[in-house]
């Protein structure tokens, strides 16, 4: 059964110590992740790809059914964060996971604070975060919204079907997956401009073969993480 906060997320769909990624690893503020609360933790995108965050909360469940089991699995994997003029922790990747996290009724994780603006103003903080690749301000459309709209919670993230095709097609092995923050929208920007959202919603299985085929070709040689036609 979907505890109450999964259910919400449903809804939308309507159908110790860890590594960082290699582009966040060497902006290291504090040497020791902290526990904090998941509900004050702040996105800095719009939206996630229901489909993988329902995915991440029942692997998350299977393996952590004790509170031991818990406190293990998170100590693992810190969310990296920044801190914010407000005094804030902007997440800057894990936004699958942190939600999964939430739908899974686990009150707090363990922050791994990367960085610490608190000294800026709300404008040069968000100027500066989008310069360095730690935000992405676009809407579950594509259409770029201005930073002040991004959510202030967890559950407020929208769901994008393109982001969960991108998803896919990386769980699939048409593409790698690389350590930079929101590589994967660049990929969901791509199938958004050679899938129809009809084809998604009405033929999934027949978007996600098409999406696989478009990750394999010369259109997709730009993007992070690219492989190629197998031999």
Do not use: C
């Not at 009150?107 to 990367?114: L, M």
């Amino acid at each position: 059964m979907l505890s109450d906060r999964a259910a919400i997320a449903a809804e939308s769909l309507a159908p110790g110590r860890g590594r960082l990624p290699p582009a966040l690893a060497s902006l290291e503020a504090d040497s020791k992740p902290i526990r904090v609360s998941i509900e004050t933790l702040r996105p800095t995108q719009m939206a996630v790809g229901m489909r993988a965050v329902t995915y991440k909360r029942r692997k998350f469940e299977n393996r952590a059914s004790k509170p031991r089991d818990i406190d293990r699995v998170l100590s693992r994997r810190p969310i990296p964060a920044v801190r914010a003029p407000s005094g804030e922790l902007f997440i800057v990747d894990n936004h699958h996971f942190a939600l999964a996290l939430w739908q899974a009724e686990v009150e707090a994780a363990y922050a791994h604070v990367i960085a610490d603006k608190s000294h800026m103003s709300t404008s040069a903080f968000f100027r500066q975060m989008e310069a360095a690749g730690f935000l992405y301000p676009f809407d579950e459309e594509g259409n770029r919204v201005r930073p002040e709209r991004l959510p202030n919670w967890l559950h407020a993230l929208r769901h994008d079907p393109y982001r969960d095709l991108a998803w896919e097609v990386r769980e699939a092995g048409a593409f790698t997956k690389v350590g930079v923050p929101y590589s994967e929208f660049r990929w969901a920007t791509f199938f958004r401009g050679h899938i129809p959202m009809r084809v998604i919603r009405g033929d999934h299985e027949g978007a996600v073969r098409k999406a696989l085929k478009l990750a394999r070709s010369r259109d997709a040689a730009d993007l992070p993480g690219f492989i190629g036609a197998r031999n």
